[in-house]
C-alpha cells in the first residue's frame, strides 16, 4: 500500500510540474491584461472551480471540519498570502519577458526545499544526493554570478513556493480542501480589488470578446489542477524528492524561454542548464539504486 501511494505520489509530482512548465504560454496570451488583475481572475475562477468540483466529488464535509480547527486555519492562512505572492510574482516575470528568471528561481526552488526538510522535517540526504545538490549549487551559482546582481524575482519565486510546499506538507489538509479554504481566504481581496477597479477585464466581461473571455475563465482551470497535483504529491513522497522534480517545469519554461520567445542565451547558462541536469540525473540515478537495494 505504502509503495503504491508512493508511486501516485510521483506521478502526480510529474503532472503537476509538466503543467507548470507550460503555464507561461497561457499567460503570455494574456499579455495585454495586468498582473493584479490576472491574479483576480486566478483567486475567482479557482474558487468556484474547486467548488463544482467538490459539489460533484463530495468534500465539504472535510471543510467545515476545518472550521473549527484554528491552528489549521491560521496556517492556511499564511499559505494562501505566499501563494497569492508567487502567483503575482511568477505572471509579471513571464508577461515582462523574465521568464529566464522565473526558470531560474524553481531551479533554485529544490535547493531551498533542501534547506527547509533538514531545517524542519528532519529529512537527511544520501551520498549521491549530497552530490546531486552539490552540482546543483555550482550550476546555479554560475547563473547567479552571471547575473551581476541579486535575482530577486528568481529568489522570490523560490523562496515563497518552498515554505508554500513546507507549510501544506506540515499542516497535511488534503489538495481539494486546502486549496479551497485558501482561495476562500483570498477571496475578499479579489472583491475588494474588484470594487476598487471597476471598469477592468472583470467587470467588461459582457463586452470582451468571446477568445479574451475564455481565456480568463480558464485561469481557474490552469491554476487549480496542478495545485491538486503538487498538493496531492506532497503527502506521498519525501520533501526532498518532490522537490528534485520540480526541475521539470523550470526545464520547459528554459526551453520555451530560449527557443520560442528569443530570451538571450549564453555559454554561461548552457553550462549551468548542463550542471542542473547533471544534478537530476545523479538523483535519479541514487533513486533507482535505493529501490534496487530494497527488491
Known amino acids: 500500500m505504502q509503495d503504491t501511494e508512493h508511486r ?11 503543467l507548470w512548465g507550460f503555464a507561461p504560454l497561457y499567460f503570455k496570451l494574456l499579455t495585454d491584461v495586468s498582473a493584479a488583475e490576472i491574479l483576480l481572475h486566478r483567486v475567482l475562477w ?10 460533484f466529488f463530495g468534500g465539504f464535509g472535510r471543510a467545515r471540519q476545518l472550521l473549527k480547527k484554528p491552528k489549521q486555519l491560521a496556517v492556511l492562512c499564511v499559505t494562501s498570502c505566499l501563494i497569492a505572492a508567487n502567483w503575482l510574482l511568477f505572471i509579471w516575470a513571464v508577461n515582462n519577458d523574465h521568464m529566464l528568471d522565473a526558470s531560474l528561481g524553481y ?24 552530490a546531486a545538490v552539490s552540482l546543483a549549487a555550482i ?28 507549510l501544506r506538507k506540515k499542516v497535511n489538509i488534503d489538495a481539494k480542501t486546502g486549496l479551497l479554504v485558501e482561495t476562500a481566504i483570498l477571496m475578499p481581496v479579489a472583491l ?15 463586452s470582451n470578446d468571446i477568445h479574451l473571455n475564455g481565456l480568463l475563465l480558464a485561469a481557474g482551470v490552469i491554476t ?23 526541475y521539470i517545469g523550470p526545464s520547459i ?22 550542471f542542473i541536469w547533471a544534478a537530476l540525473a545523479l538523483f535519479t540515478a541514487d533513486m533507482f539504486y535505493k529501490r534496487k537495494q530494497k527488491k
Open 46 to 55: 479557482s474558487f468556484l472551480f474547486m467548488g463544482l468540483l467538490m459539489s
Open 192 to 206: 475588494f480589488y474588484l470594487l476598487s477597479n471597476m471598469g477592468d477585464s472583470l467587470t467588461h466581461l459582457m
Open 107 to 130: 531551479f533554485i526552488n529544490p535547493l531551498v526545499n533542501v534547506f527547509l526538510a533538514m531545517l524542519f522535517l528532519g529529512e537527511r540526504l544520501r551520498k549521491l544526493q549530497w
Open 8 to 18: 501516485k505520489g510521483i506521478a502526480f509530482a510529474i503532472c503537476a510540474y509538466t
Open 224 to 246: 487549480t489542477v496542478p495545485l491538486l497535483c503538487f498538493a496531492a504529491a506532497a503527502v506521498r513522497i519525501p520533501f526532498t524528492m518532490l522537490g528534485f522534480f520540480q
Open 139 to 166: 550550476g546555479v551559482s554560475i547563473q547567479l554570478i552571471s547575473f551581476g546582481s541579486i535575482p530577486l524575482v528568481s529568489l522570490g519565486l523560490a523562496g515563497s513556493f518552498a515554505c508554500y510546499g513546507l
Open 253 to 274: 519554461m528554459f526551453i520555451l524561454a530560449i527557443s520560442l520567445f528569443n530570451e538571450p542565451f549564453d555559454m554561461e547558462k548552457g553550462i549551468t542548464f548542463g
